[in-house]
């Protein structure tokens, strides 16, 4: 971003005009003096017939991206915005009419349509003089006044520590039905920032801290990267100013090299490239300055190379991997710094190449490979793609794979739903922090060739809930790479997740769950659920998750994927001393005949059934559980756990699991332990027609060469 808005720099002021990194080669567009914009605003608004002279660089900005766009609604806007905010003065000076002056600007060389630029002069109106919504909508239109409108809002939004959770709800609320709102939110809070140097220390400080927070995070979500990285910078200025000023000498003195490694490399890339005729700008990106702070932290002493990277910019996808199968051949690759974010972008819509080669000193350059549109949409984000109401152009359909709503980033779109669910605004708030402070995404696959994007930390029961929603709450286990896995499984990028639901219709969540959620669509689902069923969970009169039903993350009963019904314990020919109960049998303990049993009631009026012997059972007592008279009635269908210990051989699992079909068993899960000394250990579920066919399946087993031992699961005990 260039800093044609911003203040001279005056004593303890952060301006975006520092050193830029390794002496940036490009011609930059001269600099504007705000005291001159100041000067021609308070001369009045130009004739009708011209534009005036004030906005002439915002009209510059705006056709070098739109040339064919229709410049009298910003003409409008600025003669209704000069006459409005006449007479007011910012802290630093200059008349207030050259602050929307400067965040249409910035906005402007980023490639906003008309009505965005023509709502970010209007942006103050409402605000701060006489003017209304209703004459904004009157004059130019419901889009924008309802711009102006949501930006109005956020100007009232306290983001520090007291903020009203609920009214930040309502704006984001707002902002998610047209981003543009937070667009012109960010480039305000950029130019304010520019000039934050006529504020106290303390204000700067303060201000400093919501714009890490939360807008800098937003802004990386917005893939809007010129504005977030210059805010860093700005930030990082103000909180951190002794290494802020390290970090500038640094700067300097490798500006200052008489060499530079990554012209040369520059240099022979264009060589490469200009061999294989292949049409590309390659251009030198320096670091801003958090980043050379990032990574002087990670590498310790800085080489002339890690003040920057390379930019090769083609003009169709197909050339970037050209360019990248062309480096790759003909310079040395450092094949580990590889990333396609092309076939699979990120979840701000950022596409690019990342790859990295060595010089021939050997210092390792970075080198970032895309077309001139995903540069576009790298730098600017969500503010480059459009008016959201407007209708693509006929050669755009779906076939080129961009979003039905360009406006709306995936992640954008989870959270307006999670936040409809929220129990509570302090809730929404919470968690909404938390999910900004997740600053990197992983992509994982589902069966069916979709993806799913998720935070890095992300688990089985988070990909459940963001595939499902709220019918996650039936899931009862998950494929990895297709092994089975637990829910609570980390997921990393790339994996393939396959999702395995029950049918039950009193299948639940575990509290269990809220352990291995990350995201806020899974955690306020999971809470949701559990504040509408206060009979669930382990309070006094309630039953114990694990004693209802399987844990689907507990590897011992991971379902089987071809059983639909493998979360659910099926009861035998129980018999209850309550009338017309619903009996099943519990997960924990599979009790089948002739174990002694006993029953304890939960919610709905069922009945599980457990051992006697189980932990549940001492648990619920303990807890002054009632218990209700069950036994064993005629029929014997039966759902019971056993565990087989066996020695390493090829084909082993092949033969132990078809002589459990030859005896009629129909395993509903199963686990294999890795090998530990040439000994593994497999745990089955198995549905028994008969319960008095049990020895013979056990048997059965042990028959099976390579197989020394079978027996049913033990129940576990209270400390174990």
């Not at 103000?238 to 060499?259: G, S």
């Not at 895309?370 to 730098?379: F, N, P, V």
């Not at 048997?699 to 060469?705: D, E, F, G, S, W």
Request: hydrophobic share 40%; glycine share 8%.
């Amino acid at each position: 971003m260039n800093a044609e808005a911003a203040n001279p720099a005056t004593p303890g002021s952060v301006t975006s005009g520092h050193v830029t990194p390794t002496g940036s080669r490009r011609k930059a567009r001269p600099r504007l003096d705000l005291r001159r914009l100041g000067r021609a605003a308070l001369l009045g608004p130009a004739a009708r017939d011209r534009l005036p002279d004030a906005i002439g660089h915002v009209v510059d900005a705006h056709r070098a991206h739109h040339p064919d766009a229709d410049l009298e609604p910003l003409r409008h806007a600025y003669v209704l915005a000069e006459s409005s905010h006449r007479g007011q003065m910012r802290k630093s000076g200059e008349p207030y009419i050259t602050h929307p002056l400067a965040v249409t600007l910035i906005l402007a060389e980023l490639g906003a349509e008309t009505t965005t630029l023509t709502a970010s002069l209007l942006h103050d109106t409402v605000e701060d003089t006489d003017v209304t919504l209703d004459q904004v909508g009157e004059q130019f239109g419901e889009e924008v006044r309802y711009l102006v409108d949501g930006v109005t809002k956020l100007e009232k939004v306290d983001y520090g520590a007291a903020a009203e959770p609920e009214t930040f709800r309502k704006m984001l609320v707002a902002t998610g039905n047209d981003v543009r709102v937070m667009s012109i939110k960010l480039a305000d809070r950029l130019h304010n920032m520019r000039t934050l140097g006529v504020m106290r220390p303390e204000k700067q400080e303060r201000i400093a801290k919501v714009t890490r927070d939360v807008l800098i995070p937003l802004a990386e979500r917005l893939g809007v990267q010129a504005l977030k990285t210059e805010l860093e910078d700005l930030v990082f200025a103000i909180l951190h100013p002794q290494e802020y000023e390290h970090t500038r000498e640094l700067i300097i003195r490798n500006a200052a090299r008489a060499d530079d490694p990554l012209a040369e490399v520059a240099g022979d890339v264009r060589k490469v490239l200009r061999e294989a005729d292949i049409t590309a700008e390659v251009l030198i990106r320096p670091r801003h300055f958090v980043s050379v702070h990032r990574v002087s932290r990670r590498r310790g002493a800085l080489r002339g190379a890690d003040f920057g990277r390379l930019l090769v910019l083609v003009n169709e996808d197909a050339d970037c991997y050209g360019v990248l199968g062309e480096l790759h051949t003909c310079m040395t690759p450092v094949v580990s710094e590889f990333k396609d974010f092309i076939a699979v972008p990120k979840f701000n819509l950022y596409q690019s190449l990342h790859t990295a080669v060595a010089g021939a000193d050997g210092q390792v350059v970075e080198v970032l490979i895309r077309t001139h549109r995903m540069h576009k949409a790298a730098e600017a984000g969500v503010v480059a793609l459009g008016n959201p109401y407007t209708a693509p152009p006929e050669e755009q359909s779906a076939s080129d794979g961009e979003r039905v709503d360009p406006t709306r980033p995936g992640w954008l779109s989870r959270l307006l739903d999670w936040q409809r669910a929220a129990p509570d605004p302090d809730t929404f708030w919470s968690t909404l922090r938390e999910d900004l402070a997740q600053d990197r995404e992983i992509t994982v696959f589902r069966p069916d060739g979709g993806t799913l994007g998720l935070p890095e930390g992300a688990t089985c029961v988070d990909a459940a809930y963001a595939q499902y929603g709220e019918d996650a709450h039936a899931c009862i286990g998950a494929r990895v790479n297709g092994r089975l896995a637990t829910l609570s499984t980390v997921l990393k990028d790339g994996d393939t997740v396959q999702l395995l639901m029950g049918q039950d219709a009193a299948s639940e969540p575990s509290r269990e769950w809220l352990e291995h959620a990350h995201t806020p669509a899974a955690r306020i689902a999971i809470q949701r659920w559990l504040a509408a069923h206060p009979a669930q969970g382990e309070a006094p009169g309630t039953e114990p998750e694990e004693a209802a039903r399987p844990l689907a993350g507990d590897p011992a009963r991971s379902p089987a994927p071809d059983a639909p019904d493998a979360g659910r314990p099926t009861a035998a020919q129980v018999l209850a001393d309550r009338a017309g109960a619903t009996v099943r049998l519990a997960g924990c303990c599979t009790p089948v005949p002739p174990d002694e049993v006993t029953g304890f009631a939960v919610r709905g009026g069922a009945v599980t059934v457990h051992r006697v012997e189980c932990a549940a059972v001492a648990r619920m007592k303990s807890a002054g559980r009632a218990e209700v008279g069950v036994r064993w009635g005629e029929g014997a269908e039966c759902r019971v756990t056993l565990v087989a210990e066996s020695f390493v051989r090829p084909h082993l699992l092949a033969d132990l699991t078809e002589a459990m079909a030859l005896e009629g068993a129909e395993i509903v899960s199963a686990t294999v332990e890795p090998p530990d000394r040439q000994q593994v250990r497999h745990t089955y579920t198995v549905q028994l027609p008969d319960a008095a066919h049990l020895p013979v399946l056990m048997r059965a087993m042990r028959n099976v060469a390579g197989v020394y031992d079978v027996s049913r699961a033990q129940p576990q005990t209270p400390g174990v």
